[in-house]
């Protein structure tokens, strides 16, 4: 379905085209499992976001007013999925930042990327799940403030507060680890 514009394939997603819902589901579900893998820690807990995700937004693909916005949308749906999940686990478990797949890539200082990823999901513990979602939605998959607001209901303003406060605290914890590592050696 190459060719075809993003808004033309939800208009026909909207019309239960299975077609057209195979092709938005193939070109966004890498993304959206991404997040989700990103967010929650597991894989299969990461796949079962995306499927609901998806059932969730085939449902209301009427309500989407923009459709250029499908994938701030999606994101939206999971961020929001990966959040009630973590409320009912209760545990909030990040992985650092890595690739696409959740794989980190490994050099000639691997001990070293270890150690250093490391301190980095143990930083990232420290935030709340909100804060975090910021941070990840912000730096990682790299939406505007505006979009994230949109996409956890809530204020431009919030989202800048629970960046700085995310990007604080993260500072704090990493700085305070490593130093306690240093100690240790």
């Known amino acids: 379905m ?32 991404s997040h989700a893998y990103r967010m929650l820690g597991s894989r299969q807990d990461a796949e079962d976001i995306t499927q609901e995700t998806f059932i969730r937004a085939f449902r209301s693909i ?7 916005r499908l994938s701030a949308w999606l994101y939206s749906i999971a961020s ?19 690739g696409e797949d ?34 990840a939605l912000r730096s990682i998959e790299g939406f505007s ?3 994230i607001a949109e996409m956890l209901k809530c204020s431009e303003a ?4 629970r960046l700085a406060r995310a990007r604080a605290k993260f500072a704090t914890a990493y700085r305070d680890m490593q130093r306690e590592e240093a100690r240790q050696r």
């Open 2 to 33: 190459s060719g075809i514009s993003v808004a033309a394939l939800v208009e026909q997603a909207r019309a239960q085209n299975p077609e057209a819902m195979a092709w938005l589901y193939q070109e966004y579900a890498d993304r959206i499992c």
């Open 62 to 68: 009427g309500q989407l007013r923009d459709e250029e």
């Open 80 to 98: 929001h999925l990966c959040l009630d999940h973590l409320r009912r686990r209760k545990l909030i478990a990040w992985l650092p930042w890595s």
């Open 102 to 135: 959740g794989s980190q890539e490994r050099g000639e200082d691997s001990v070293a990327d270890v150690e250093e990823t490391d301190l980095v999901r143990r930083a990232l513990q420290e935030l709340p799940p909100k804060d975090r979602a910021c941070l």
């Open 145 to 147: 403030c505006g979009e």
């Open 158 to 161: 919030a989202v800048w507060n």
